[in-house]
Structure formats: structure tokens, C-alpha cells
């Protein structure tokens, strides 16, 4: 099927080097629980750079757009990707795990000497997709959809919306 590029992390950030191609979304099993539909194509740019904040590390950056469902209204919701991470390498996850949590630090994995690209790109857009995304301006809200809601944040809304005007 598609092509499944592997890295060996350290070695890809100490040589600079560079990748970058494109998948269709619906290569990304994990990603489907989210989407309404799996239409589309995911552009992904991964570098390396030898050292940054006192680590190996990879740049990723990931563009292109994922068909989420609002939850407020269930309806199509395009969501835009603009992912752009560092992701400082260790060797080892007892390396991460003996460092104070550093709340401004580059996130860290842990560097394999066979990294699945994919799986890369795939954790980062399963961290930048949000819990429970809705339309910044959704139509359910009006047309009626939002009263069959229950959740107990919904009337807490209405209630701070009624206190602003
Ligand atoms: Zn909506």
C-alpha cells in the first residue's frame, strides 16, 4: 500500500536530515474514531536538528484539514491542522523520566532506531485535535438542536452568556 518510511531518530537529527510527503487521512487508523469522514490528505515535514535546548531533536510540522462532527449540532466540522512541534529526543524513557517536569521544555520521546513516520505524525494530530469541537458559530445552537442537549455545561453557558448582555 502506501509507503512507510521509518527514521532512526538520533541519527535523523544528527545528520539534519530531512523528509516530507503526504498521506491520505484515511491511512491514519487510529485518527477514524474522530472523524466524521476520513476525506482528505495529510502534508507532513519532518527535520532534524542536532541539538536544540540541550537535545536531538525532530521538527514536524503537519498541514491539511480533518473532517470532525460538532458536537454541539453533529454536524460536518472542517477542522484546520497547523501542527508545528519539537520533539526533543531521548534515548531512553527512564532519560525522560529522571528530568523535572518542565512545563516550558520541548515535549521528549523517546528516539528508536526504527520510527515509524506515521505513528510520528499521527500522535501530533491526535494531541491538536480538540476533545469535543464545536463551530465557533454553530448553527444548532438556533435551530434548535442545542435545547436536546443535557450536558450540565450547556445551561451553565446560557447562564454566563445571560449575565454578559
Ligand atoms: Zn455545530
Known amino acids: 500500500m502506501s509507503h512507510q518510511p521509518v527514521i532512526d ?24 474514531d474522530a472523524l466524521r469522514t476520513d476525506e482528505g490528505t495529510l502534508q507532513y ?13 525532530l521538527h514536524l510540522k503537519v498541514s491539511g484539514a480533518l ?14 491542522l ?11 524513557q527512564a532519560e525522560i523520566d529522571a528530568e523535572p517536569l518542565a512545563a516550558e521544555g ?13 505513528d510520528l505524525v499521527e500522535d501530533e494530530v491526535l494531541l491538536a485535535i480538540p476533545l469535543a469541537p464545536r463551530h465557533e458559530r454553530c448553527e444548532g445552537r438556533d435551530a434548535g438542536a442545542a435545547s436536546e442537549e443535557r450536558s450540565p455545561f450547556a ?11
Do not use: N
Request: charged share 20%; glycine share 14%.
Open 106 to 118: 520541548p515535549e521528549r520521546i523517546v528516539a528508536g532506531a526504527e520510527m515509524p513516520v506515521r
Open 82 to 92: 497547523h501542527i508545528d512541534v519539537s520533539l526533543g529526543l531521548a534515548e531512553t
Open 67 to 80: 473532517q470532525l462532527v460538532c458536537q454541539r449540532c453533529l454536524g460536518a466540522l472542517e477542522f484546520p
Open 45 to 57: 515535514d519532518l527535520r532534524g536538528v542536532a541539538q536544540e535546548r540541550g537535545y536531538p531533536a
Open 155 to 165: 445551561s451553565l453557558r446560557g447562564l454566563v452568556g445571560g449575565t454578559r448582555h
Open 9 to 32: 531518530g538520533l541519527e535523523f537529527a544528527r545528520t539534519g536530515s530531512k523528509l516530507h510527503g503526504a498521506w491520505p487521512v484515511a491511512g491514519f487508523s487510529r485518527l477514524r
